[in-house]
């Protein structure tokens, strides 16, 4: 009981102290007084229980939760009266409660008491032992994972110790080994890499699988050996515990007032395990319930049903229903009563001589009815339904056509009380990238300084292409050399694979537990061993045959030194700077095929016995530049004008000076095992094939240089598929990323040799920019550039413009940027997703001065990502526009037949993307949501006025043409979900994300949803995950209709969330779109099967299983009702107790659970052939109002038939037996 009474004190403490700096704030207050009064705030002191901070680490750790989990729900103490007090929150168990007491009353006692008590103490007995049954399982998990040791620097003992989770508090300092679990969230201030990098596998959290770069908070990543506990004298200040997995604010304040910002690359966050790094040790800011896992694991979700929510109304009806009946009982009593002259012989006077008036007499006959007539309301009806919902999910997720090989995976029923509204869906909101698509980019046309690159070879290639089935191609990943299509470019090139990882600290926590956040397969490794985005067709990239000449005119020239034209060397520089941005702006993680999840690093490749001048140089230089936070920026200073020849000059002046003798022997020496390189001699050892042939000037042609050079053998981890695929494309053309640390990034380009940038600051991509950035230092020029890749939208107006400057270079720029606007279109028409690469160069003054400003921005906490937004736009402005990308996004399998069938049954589905209109447009005809005949409107505006304009112009186009054939239709009714559309006609709705925010505000909803209810599809591009939420809670509220939002990605999370049922694809980019799914399926094509066959079967067999259960009860009900007639409305029972209250409990249970379960209305196959036979599940048909009405009447007059039947069965030869003994009788 620690646990409550110190987190009791916390929220009290914390409380106070709101309440006190609202009142009054003191004037003359200590340091530590401040910083405590912030400790229980708005931010969080974290100091170590070391050295001078003692004192203050007893005050401010006493407020923070120590790191012992408890998930459970019960304690041995409080788990009957909590269970029974939860169980009792069910309406019905109440109504049987309150009969059990009321059958207590003496006077209106119909059964044994004991009788009446058993329906309700067998349900509360059997919900009661399953609760407990899970929350012991819970438990015994929690006791696991509070049992695992972790090492703690105890500061008894000046060492660190073996000491359990449970017992590891805010402030300790935690030391782990590679591939370990944390403990708790801590921050990272030591790592055995000598870069200060730790990477983490956060599968647990997230899903994904690879592996994630955390930093070393700046100043202790200079550190030789580990650091000293105890002579740690700063003070970390960061936010209030948060669930933001992907934020963390604060800084790190030293003794000397200097402040460091921390950011979420330098948090560990608890379930997350350590990889490829020997030893980290932080310093814990976030233990127990407080850290990011636990405040995400908020438990199962649950979810009511639409069937479950008509039950609950309908039961109702039957309480309305058994009033009156015992009202009728209640009357005919007191009727039956007054009518008796005399005193009846079957009155018992009280025992003070006095009779019972009739009134009286009726009243305690209504709740004598009340007891007796209880089989009207169905209480083992709720433990059925639970019962039936679990064989139907069970059904669902072992049929075997949900089952996909590659993946070798199957669908996912997470949610167990939603499986009927699979038969009801009305509107389907699907992302586009990776659910009908197969998210694995692929490289296929580019546009450098307005010149298209078509890539005709590799285009041959892609048609052509027939992905190897699963077996080929594990058995080919671990073989040297590409497909035989790469042989000519790529020579002896090895696609990484990941051999399976250690998982021994892995098993103590099962993958289902939630303390860590996980789902069940959610944190293992990739089933097929590989890493994601690694596939043949994403990798294999064949150049163009003309971009490739001009890459052989970069190193003839290098070498030659010869003057070219001014056309010429721009052209040069472009395409340089082109390969150059793909390469390095991204976040992509290089690693070592050979040893997998191994970081690649420079040194690996230094084990040859020469040593290169640039190797030295990048050795001088990593000595001499120091960290960005202590180190005064260089001195020398380029003229941001310098021409584009000056630069081509200043890379032949480069690589001549890297001619050396030693140089050229190692080139000579690569270019002899290069010659040997033949079927004869294949086998080539590892550390001679990586050696960089281009690192010296090369006297052969220039096409040789380039293809020639082999290709290292490397591995690429990247955190999305456009990465790799710009990466991949970029090696095919021999720039290649060769590794990546938190301060520089080298790339291998061909004709220059190896350039190792300096990496100064990586603004990330995320929804608002829509853009990503590099700053790094050039190592040719000592200029700082920018580089920047993100969408045509807004790049376009971040180029510089041509009135600022007359110049030949501006008027050029202007053209380039006109050129290559129209490839974008171009490149849009044919369905490619489509990036735009920009860069610019900065003196060391700019640079300063956003510097400052940046500085302020990341060691603020309050609106630090406010501050970062506006700092990344600063630095993102009056870029040069290089050139842009056009990457494929082939369709899943199935796709256009899927939409087809379900268009068919009456669902009208949306198209939900980020990308441009052009590319989501060209999809949707693709996937046949769009058809060569539809007549598509734009809806694109600049103002809401303009918005609301456009619509009524659209809306009275459609009229018009839907008027001539439908004259008296009208609109507006959300359970016509059939397209309202004339036969003849038919129209699509495409809007952009800026129009989505004039069209969601609230005085434009009600006519843009008329206008989406008369196209028979919508395809919404260009809209941020928030916009896609507010859209499915648009319909679900306004039209009242049953949803289904269907995505593969993070960005899906929040429209899976908001629908009425959530699907997750087991795609390419982790698991939270599944973590927060009802469903998930692993490809968009199963969504046929799972609604067209077991949604309509879910509801069908719910329907009429829920019915016959009223059915049954009311046709026995009537039976005792209708006996009262005969017995004076006395409330007397005409068949046995025990029959009477095991009717729904034991005799009647089994029939109906086996008929929900297993009953087919209609096969599988004609349900596919036949989709338009969902449109009865989906309309309800089976339990409207009127069908439930009409199946108690029909209880009612089946009921009266079997009446009056019995009755004349039994009576007449009763009377024909008197009249005959009468006659009789005078002979005796």
Sequence with gaps: MADPIRWARYRWQRLISTEGREGSRPSNSSNKCHQSSKAIGKHRIVIPCLGHFKEEYEKVSKLYMSNKIRTTKYTLLNFLPRNLFEQFH??????????????????????????????????????AVKDGLEDYSKYKMDKQINNLLTKVYSRKEKKYIDECWKNVNVGDFIRLSRNEIIPADMVLLYSSDLDGICYIETASLDGETNLKQRQVVRGYSEQVSEIDPEKFSSRIECESPNNDLGRFRGFVEHSNKDRVGLSKENLLLRGCTVRNTEAVVGIVVYAGHETKAMLNNSGPHYKRSKLERKVNTDILWCVLLLILMCLTGAIGHGIWLSRYSEIPFFTIPEPDGKLIPP???????????????????????????????????????NDIDFYHEKTDSTIQCRALNIAEDLGQIQYIFSDKTGTLTENKMVFRRCSIAGQEYCHEENAKRLESYQEMDSEDEDSADHQCG???????????????????????????????????????????????????????????????????????????????????????????????DFFLALAICNTVVVSVPSQPRQKMRLSSLGRMPIKSLEEIRQMFQRLSVRRLSSSPLPSVKESLSESPSSFVSKLSVFRMKMASPALDEAAQRAAELHNMDSPENSQVPQELGMVNVAAGCEHNSATSSVELSPLPKLCYEAESPDEAALVHAARAYKCVLQSRTPDQVTVDFAGLGSLTFQLLHILPFDSVRKRMSVVVRHPVSNEVVVYTKGADSVMMDLLRTASEDTNNSEMEQKKIKERTQKHLDDYARRGLRTLCIAKKAMSDAEYAEWLNHHFLAETSIDNREELLLESAIRLETRLTLLGATGIEDRLQEGVPDTIQALRKAGIKIWMLTGDKRETAVNIAYACKLLEPDDRIFTLKSQSKDACALMMSKILEGIQKNTSKKQPGQKLGNASATVSTQSPGFSAGLVIDGRTLEHVLHDSLQNIFLELTEKCRAVVCCRATPLQKSVLVRLVRSK????????????????????????????????????????????????LKKLLLVHGHWCYTRLTNMVLYFFYKNVAYVNILFWYQFFCGFSGTSMTDYWILIL?????????????????????????????????????????????????LVDAFYQNLLWLRHRHSFFWKPCKHSSALHNTVSPSH
Excluded at 366 to 372: G, K, N, P, R
Excluded at 504 to 516: E, G, I, R, V
């Design 482 to 576: 590409s497909s035989m299509h790469m042989s000519k470019w790529q020579g002896q090139d090895c696609r990484a694979v990941n051999e399976p990882l250690n998982r021994k600290s892995l098993n103590l926590l099962p993958a289902s537990h939630s303390a860590l956040g996980r789902e069940d397969g959610a944190g293992g490794a990739p089933p097929s061993g590989h890493v994601a985005f690694s596939s043949p067709i994403e990798t294999d990239v064949i150049p163009d045959t003309q971009l490739l000449k001009k890459f052989s005119q970069i190193s003839s020239h290098s070498c030659d030194q010869s003057e070219a034209s001014s056309k010429l060397s721009l052209e040069t520089m472009y395409i340089t």
């Design 90 to 127: 069910r309406v019905a168990n109440l109504y049987f409660l309150f009969l059990v007491v009321l059958n207590w009353v003496p006077l209106v006692e119909a059964f044994q008491k004991e009788i009446t008590m058993l329906p309700l103490v067998a349900v509360l007995t059997i919900i």
């Design 1039 to 1086: 039209l009242k209709a049953m949803t289904l939002a269907i995505g593969d990605g993070a960005n899906d999370v929040s429209m899976i969330q908001v629908a009425d049922t959530g699907v997750g694809i087991l795609g390419q980019e982790g698991m939270q779109a599944v973590m927060a799914s009802d469903f998930a399926v692993c490809q968009f094509r199963h």
């Design 359 to 397: 009134t009286l007499a009726a009243f305690n006959v209504f709740w004598t009815m009340i007891i007796l007539l209880q089989v009207l309301i169905p209480i083992s009806l709720y433990v059925s339904i639970e019962i039936v919902k679990l064989g139907q999910i069970y059904l669902i997720q």
């Design 1143 to 1191: 009717f729904n409990l034991l005799f009647t249970s089994v029939p109906p659970i086996v008929y929900g379960v297993l009953d087919k209305d209609v096969s599988a196959e004609v349900l596919l052939q036949l989709p338009q036979l969902y449109m009865m599940s989906q309309k309800s048909l089976a339990y409207l109002p009127s069908t439930f009405w009409i199946t």
